[in-house]
């Protein structure tokens, strides 16, 4: 593990497919409020870690191969919360800065420091495991020199469970160490639920006005469920998910401040697996690859899992690229970057089933400035540099403003198209713009 210095968490979302050969498609527990559940159903895996290592989850499209996207980073510290993990992966201790135990019976309220994977050994670590080998493994990750703190919150004893105070006590738990001068950039949140209470938004939202960036994943609901809500094949059962207009996506990707993260298959639609499917909703921001994705699994093995669950880690992978590129950027500006990029598959505004499109690696490139504009007037501010795209709101501007970035300059003109604003080191957002630079 890395030696960096020292050290939270919450519950579940997601149909996944376990290496040794396991897929997890997610139900809740009779108490939706403490805890969800994972159940398991067998999938047997034959292709070689090197053959899946090629493939990448046939994403060469969606995302650069990983040899051409691991830059060195500085200092990008991602927090994953999950069930378990196991640290000491071969492809993982490496990238791991610190790990945390947050579902200890013996301190219901605690997160615990461990140097290995400590008592949540006794709950579910191959979804974590597997979700931060996407973030940051050496073999399999996106961004593969993050830096890793991971919080266990499994329900000890209950395997595929992970409890909502194990939850609470990771995001205080980040909350102090950000408090103590540890930043963490971004939180990976592949779990979820129908109902939330005001202290974990609370909490949630603490975390975001102190910098971090929150990622989750929207949900794998039922394509169609009989009067009991079991998942039933077309047919056997009212027609549920499928209808694009029925709003799906759970907590805490229903948050206004979290990105919420949907799948995508292999060949770019919407994804689908057995009984199950990716979330839809207006909530929804950004697709990802979420099938069949190969990566680390406990005791040093390899397998495929599938759901929004992998999809999530997916782009909180890219937002460290991102963030490692433009260290200085506010969270606000980091996730307008990742929208902006998205490669649209859906309609030409925000989709239902896609968001703003399918996550990208490389960004759209901005050029910096630092002017003065004069601004006495109603303007549309927009989160990201594409007024056919982004949502906006109008806001009355007066005054002097400073333009610190700019979006398609003409270089005949020397006229740009966007500006981002910024006043007192407020941020503002973008207008559009006629300006000479």
């Known amino acids: 593990m890395k030696k960096l210095g020292k050290g939270i968490i919450y ?54 191969k990983q040899n051409d996207v691991s830059t060195p980073f500085g200092e990008v510290n991602v927090a994953v919360i999950d069930s378990g993990f196991d640290p000491n992966h071969q492809d993982l201790k490496n990238q791991v800065a610190r790990s945390y135990d947050c579902a200890l019976k013996s301190k219901p309220n605690e ?5 290995d994977e400590g008592m949540h050994s006794k709950s ?15 073999r399999f990750g996106v961004a593969r020199d993050a830096n890793l703190y991971l919080f266990a919150a ?26 103590s001068g540890i930043k963490i950039d971004i939180v990976n949140m592949s779990y979820g639920k129908e109902k939330m209470s005001p202290i974990e938004k609370h909490l949630l939202k603490r975390i975001y006005d102190k910098g971090a960036i929150l990622v989750a994943a929207a949900g794998n609901p039922c394509s169609y469920q009989n009067s009991e809500g079991k998942c039933v094949k077309q047919g ?6 499928i209808n694009p207009h029925r709003d799906t996506i759970i907590f805490p990707a229903k948050l206004d401040y979290v990105i919420s993260v949907g799948a995508v298959d292999r060949q770019k ?36 899992l599938s759901g929004t669950s992998m999809a999530a880690p997916f782009v909180t992978g890219v937002l460290a690229n991102y963030k490692k590129e433009h260290p200085t950027y506010s969270n606000k500006e980091i996730v307008g970057m990742l929208y902006e990029s998205a490669k ?61 970035k700019a979006k398609d300059i003409d270089n005949e003109t020397n006229k740009c198209k966007y500006v981002y604003l910024v006043k007192d080191d407020k941020e503002i957002g973008w207008i559009q713009n006629a300006t000479q630079y």
């Open 344 to 404: 649209n598959v859906g309609e030409p505004k925000k989709d239902k089933d896609y968001g703003y499109g399918i996550a990208w690696n490389f960004p759209y490139e901005h050029f910096y400035i630092n002017e003065g504009i004069k601004l006495n007037g109603k303007y549309k501010i927009y989160n990201f540099a594409d007024a056919d795209r982004s949502s906006y709101k109008e806001m009355l501007l007066e005054g002097t403003y400073k333009a610190v």
């Open 269 to 304: 639609h919407k994804a689908i697996w057995s009984l199950k499917q990716s979330a839809s909703g207006r909530e929804l921001d950004i697709v990802a690859p979420g099938t069949d994705i190969m990566s680390t699994l406990p005791d040093n093995k390899y397998g495929r």
């Open 124 to 138: 579910d670590q191959k979804h974590g495991t597997h979700v931060a080998g996407i973030v940051a493994s050496s």
């Open 236 to 241: 056997e059962g009212e027609e549920y998910a």
């Open 111 to 115: 997160c615990i420091q461990v140097e």
């Open 11 to 64: 519950s579940f979302v997601a149909i996944l497919v376990l290496a040794a050969g396991v897929s997890l498609g997610k139900v809740f527990a009779k108490d939706n409020a403490s805890k969800e559940l994972l159940v398991a159903r067998e999938d047997k895996v034959n292709d070689s870690v090197e053959k899946e290592q090629e493939l990448y989850v046939n994403a060469k499209e969606v995302l650069s």
């Open 154 to 179: 499994g329900d000890n004893g209950q395997k595929d469970t992970i409890k909502t105070k194990g939850t609470i006590s990771a995001y205080k738990q980040i909350l102090e160490l950000m408090d």
